[in-house]
C-alpha cells in the first residue's frame, strides 16, 4: 500500500519569509501527487497535482511543488508567505485501482503565518 | 455550477443515536467518495460509490456504518448506534469519472459530528 509523511505538524514563518513544507511518500508504481489547503471549517481545495509531466508543478495562490523521484519527496514550496497562507495543508498519493483512484493523505501540516 | 453540497455542516448525536450524512456531488458527476478525518490525523478514505453501486467500502468499519448513493437524491452516510469514537469530520468527494489516477476530485465542505 502506498504511504504519506508529512514532516512537521506545524511550520511557522513570517510574512514575506519562504514557504517549504515537506511530504515523502513511499509507492511501488509511478505515483500521482496531489497538494490540498483546507481553511478552518473549510473543505479541502486542491493545489497542485503532478501527473508524471513536468516534474515541477504549478499551483494556485503561487504555490509550487517539485516531483523527486530519487528522494521520493513532493515538496510544496511558495517564495513569500502572506497571511491569507494559514491553513492545513495535505500532501496525497493516488491508489488507482480498476480503473478509479481513491486518494491516502498524510496527517496534514499547519502553516503558521506571523506578521 | 454549485460544488460538492454536504448537510448538514454540524451534527450532535448522543450516543446510541442514528447519524445520516448528505452529500450532492457536482452537477455531471456520477462518482462519490466518502473520507473520514479524525482529530489530528489526515482524510481516511471510507467508500467509492456509483450511482445504485458500491464499488469499494474496504475503508468502512465493519459494523454500524453503511453508505448508499440510490437513482435519485443524494449519497447517505448511515451511522448507527454512534459511539464518541464516531466523533470525526466526514467529507464527501465527487468526481465526474472514475477515472482512473488523474480524476479530480472535488470535495465538499464537510460535516463535523460531535458525539456526547
Known amino acids: 500500500a502506498q504511504s504519506v509523511t508529512q514532516l512537521g505538524s506545524h511550520v511557522s514563518v513570517s510574512e514575506g519569509a519562504l514557504v517549504l513544507l515537506r511530504c515523502n511518500y513511499s509507492s511501488s508504481v509511478p505515483p500521482y501527487l496531489f497538494w490540498y489547503v483546507q481553511y478552518p471549517n473549510q473543505g479541502l481545495q486542491l493545489l497542485l497535482k503532478?501527473?508524471?509531466?513536468?516534474?515541477l508543478v504549478k499551483g494556485i495562490n503561487g504555490f509550487e511543488a517539485e516531483f523527486k523521484k530519487s528522494e521520493t519527496s513532493f515538496h510544496l514550496t511558495k517564495p513569500s508567505a502572506h497571511m491569507s497562507d494559514a491553513a492545513e495543508y495535505f500532501c496525497?498519493?493516488?491508489?488507482?485501482?480498476?480503473?478509479?483512484?481513491?486518494?491516502?493523505f498524510g496527517k496534514g501540516t499547519m502553516l503558521l503565518v506571523s506578521p | 455550477n454549485a460544488g460538492v453540497m454536504q448537510n448538514p455542516r454540524h451534527l450532535v448525536r448522543r450516543r446510541g443515536q442514528e447519524a445520516r450524512l448528505r452529500c450532492s456531488p457536482m452537477?455531471?458527476?456520477?462518482?462519490v467518495y466518502w473520507y473520514r478525518q479524525l482529530p489530528e490525523e489526515g482524510l481516511k478514505f471510507m467508500v467509492y460509490?456509483?450511482?445504485?453501486?458500491?464499488?469499494?467500502e474496504s475503508g468502512m468499519p465493519k459494523e454500524r456504518f453503511s453508505a448508499e448513493f440510490p437513482k435519485e437524491g443524494p449519497s447517505i452516510l448511515r451511522i448507527q448506534q454512534v459511539v464518541r469514537g464516531d466523533s470525526a469530520a466526514y467529507f464527501c468527494?465527487?468526481?465526474?469519472?472514475?477515472?482512473?489516477?488523474?480524476?479530480?476530485?472535488?470535495f465538499g465542505q464537510g460535516t463535523r459530528l460531535t458525539v456526547v
Open positions: 452537477k455531471g458527476h456520477s462518482h
Open positions: 496525497a498519493v493516488s491508489e488507482g485501482q480498476s480503473g478509479y483512484s481513491t486518494l491516502t
Open positions: 468527494a465527487s468526481s465526474q469519472t472514475g477515472g482512473g489516477l488523474t480524476a479530480e476530485a472535488f
Open positions: 503532478y501527473t508524471s509531466a513536468a516534474t
Open positions: 460509490l456509483q450511482k445504485e453501486n458500491i464499488i469499494d
